[in-house]
């Protein structure tokens, strides 16, 4: 887990996208003015330096007088990768939208519309196809917001702004292959603002990597209505990402009285009969099944706790925070029929915001509790202070980093 602060880039992930998008039939959207003719004679000029650089990888010029025909420095795409928004919402508060009912409900109608498109993704790959709609009804709300920004335009405005500059080269090149190779055409290939594309938004690179043509018709097609290899390329990308056919993401879990908290967290893997010893039962009275397992706690000791196996880890691929990839094993669970999540607090905690992480961080290591730097953001050395201190305190080793916490530490 990065941490549980719900942040935007996170929740551009989970279909942040500013407006629906046919994307096969749609014209091509027109370009946002540019901000100044500075601006926008630079951004050109960026073009004809970047032409050799694209050429030398393998693309020809008669793609990039294709793809950048027409193109203008797209400054709605400069302004959302240089927000800075905050987002205070509960891992609880986050799941129940995530998971809601109406995406509950449509999710099951997917399930029965695709079935037959479902049922051999399934076979063929082996990944839940509960999961695979989860994934497509978290990252597009099952293709209704699937992006309307000119990929081209939007990542090589990204690339020549400076910020981020080689990554988003990186993803322009790679989307520029994708072009070359027929999948689709320039004025087709929309998405976000960022560059994720399609039905369950994949990154230029994620779709040279994983991307299937798997209704067969010669194109890898992620963008039309007709969803068949976007699910596919999800399967296809969970699969390779690790992920056990037959078993399960994780489940909610009740830990015992007296639990030793010092062994939470994903670094510590126990078999599912050696946390049974501990005392730790399923929350819905199902057995546990077999493999290695870590118990999380997303939300605190105050909240559900959850054991999770390696398709938890399959998952975190296609985006490594915990609460995203709860949301995801949770909206599957639901559309297998199983029940809501039990243990809410009706107190939680908001997370910290990035000014108070720090100011936390800060204190922690100014007590001789080293958070190995104080950049707002919660990672693997800053919950390890956290547990040292709380442990040091007579408080819950929990790790979470809590109002509380900051108050206790002013």
């Known amino acids: 887990m990065r941490n549980i602060l719900l942040t935007a880039s996170v929740l551009t992930l989970l279909g942040a996208c500013t407006s629906p998008a046919n994307v096969t039939s749609s014209p ?8 100044d003719a500075g601006s926008e004679s630079g951004y050109q000029s960026w073009i004809a330096a970047f032409r050799p650089r694209a050429e030398r990888a393998g693309i020809s010029p008669a793609t990039l007088n294709r793809a950048f025909a027409g193109v203008h420095y797209n400054t709605e795409a400069v302004r959302l990768d240089g927000r800075q928004s905050e987002f205070t919402k509960t891992v609880w508060q986050y799941l ?31 990944v839940d196809k509960e999961v695979v709609v989860a994934v497509w009804g978290m990252e597009s709300n099952y293709g209704g917001n699937r992006g309307s920004f000119h990929l081209i335009e939007s990542l090589s405005t990204l690339a020549y702004h400076g910020r981020r500059a080689s990554f988003f080269e990186t993803q322009l090149i790679d989307a520029l292959k994708i072009v070359q190779a027929g999948d689709v055409t320039p004025d087709n290939m929309t998405g976000s603002w960022a560059g ?53 993401w994780g489940m ?45 706690l997303p939300g605190g000791s105050k909240g559900a706790a959850f054991l999770i196996f390696q398709n938890f880890r399959a998952i975190e691929r296609y985006n490594a925070a915990d609460s995203y990839v709860i949301a995801v094993g949770h909206l599957s669970d639901r559309l297998k029929g199983l029940g809501p999540i039990r243990n809410i607090p009706s107190d939680a905690e908001a997370p910290l915001n990035r ?41 819950i080793p929990d790790g979470y980093p809590s109002a509380s916490l900051l108050a206790r530490l002013r």
Do not use: C
């Open 196 to 248: 994720a594309m399609g039905h369950t938004q994949f990154m230029p690179s994620s779709f040279l990597g994983y991307a299937v043509d798997f209704n067969g018709d010669g194109r890898r097609d992620i963008w039309s209505d007709d969803p068949t290899d976007a699910l596919a390329s999800t399967a296809n990308y969970l699969a390779r990402s690790g992920w056990q056919r037959g078993g399960i």
């Open 28 to 35: 091509r959207p027109m370009p946002v003015p540019s901000a």
């Open 252 to 296: 909610e879990v009740v830990l015992p009285q007296g639990f030793n908290y010092s062994s939470i967290g994903k670094s510590t893997r126990m078999s599912s009969s050696a946390w049974a010893a501990q005392g730790v039962r399923s929350a819905d009275g199902r057995a546990l099944p077999q493999g290695e397992a870590s118990i999380l």
């Open 355 to 395: 000014d108070q992480t720090r100011e936390l961080q800060q204190r922690l290591t100014q007590r001789g509790f080293d958070t190995q730097g104080s950049d707002g953001r919660v990672g693997p050395n800053t919950v390890a202070a956290i547990t040292a201190y709380q442990r040091s305190a007579g408080l």
């Open 96 to 126: 129940d939208s995530a998971v809601s009912q109406s995406r509950i409900d449509n999710g099951r109608a997917m399930l029965a519309r695709y079935a037959t498109t479902l049922n051999a993704i399934e076979a063929r790959y082996g």
